[in-house]
């Protein structure tokens, strides 16, 4: 299983309705992510910048790289979309962050 970390970053003043929206993650979206491969997923927020960095495992044989082409996918960006930095396709724009140390 392959680790991955990414950093977002929302716009201000949008934490709280960022976690709601996620609190209330649709039950589509959950289930096609797991399909995917998606395994272990969180975000953790920097409130003092606003800045999200999220980590995920993901299955050998994966197919996270057919999410962005999945209807659900694409509703959930433009959902989220007024909350936080994104691609001019709505997806969120999503740094990827190398690994320096890890302790099991």
Known sequence: MEQLAF????????????????????PELASLLHESGVRDYSIFLDEATGALFAVLRRADGHTMDTLPQHP????????????????PDAAPVAVPLAPVFYLA
Request: charged share 30%; no cysteine; aromatic share 12%.
């Open 7 to 26: 950093r977002m970053q929302l716009k201000p003043g949008n934490a709280a309705e960022y976690k709601r929206r996620h609190d209330a993650i649709w």
């Open 72 to 87: 659900v996918m694409r509703r959930w960006w433009q959902h989220m979309a007024d909350l936080m930095e994104t691609q």
